[in-house]
């Protein structure tokens, strides 16, 4: 007889994750790697209900535990109540949490409004402001702590035309990940960003050609991003591998910014 051999431990066996914007994208690639990893997850959702949906019934389907919940996270308390419902959820416990949700509107500095303005910095920064003040509540009470990992850009210190308000927002993202990485650290909490760069989506040769070829030739790698790889430095940071790193901006990037610019 062959010995029986234990198949191995995953990295989030045991963990509860909430992840916002996880209807598409990257968040999307989070989402199903924190469930491929063993994770229970819960996946926020503003607009794209429907997505997260059968983001859900992959995970399902392939038999972890996940559910959806929606709201609007530059309202404070819309905040702290999806935290608190994704604990109650997990049984009184959230392990993880990956602050993704955001947007990326194009607008010219010299034609930008302050409302819109107000309007990125809100959905990119005070949604993540207001869920980690939440999840970190949470995560004191429980024995071992937990993990915030916020998702940030390569444009947090590369901006690009149009992009101001996204990138001074992402920016901000990262030193907020530093500040809660300081204050939350003697709670247990470990914080850290996940800077990614290009990463593919559906349309997106056909509607940024010249983009898309000039970030081919310019990185290292020679390919742009996958969900799954921004979704592999999420699971990293929120497993035993990372308990020794907090404070620390991941980026990922296909090694595009290790290019000279000169």
């Known amino acids: 007889m062959k010995p029986h051999v234990n198949p191995p431990a995953r990295l989030l066996d045991g963990q509860v994750a909430l992840v916002t914007g996880a209807g598409g994208g990257i968040g999307r690639g989070i989402a199903l790697r924190f469930a491929e990893e063993g994770a229970a997850v819960a996946l926020h959702c503003r607009t794209s209900l429907d997505a997260a949906r059968e983001t859900a019934g992959r995970i399902a389907a392939a038999g972890g535990r996940a559910t959806v919940l929606r709201a609007d996270l530059t309202d404070e308390e819309a905040a702290r109540r999806v935290v608190e419902e994704t604990a109650d959820w997990g049984g009184g416990r959230l392990t993880a949490l990956v602050n993704n949700a955001g947007v990326q ?15 990125v910095l809100d959905a990119n920064l005070t949604g993540v402001f207001a869920c980690t003040q939440a999840a970190a509540g949470v995560m004191r009470t429980q024995d071992g702590g937990g993990t915030v990992t916020h ?51 559906e349309g997106l040769d056909e509607a940024w050609p010249e983009g898309v070829r000039r970030w081919r030739l310019a990185a290292p790698t020679g390919r742009l991003g996958r969900p799954e790889d921004a979704g592999d430095a999420c699971v990293f940071l929120a497993s035993r591998l990372a308990s020794w790193i907090t404070g620390h901006d991941l980026v990922v990037d296909g090694g595009v910014t290790a290019r000279p610019s000169w």
């Open 151 to 201: 998702i940030a850009s390569i444009e947090a210190s590369a901006p690009a035309p149009a992009h101001a308000h996204y990138s001074a927002s992402k920016a901000a993202v990262v030193m907020h990940a530093r500040s809660a990485a300081l204050e939350y650290g003697p709670w247990g909490v470990r914080v850290n960003s996940v800077s990614p760069g290009l990463v593919d989506r």
């Open 105 to 119: 509107p194009l607008r010219d500095l010299p034609g930008m409004t302050a409302a819109e303005w107000r309007s």
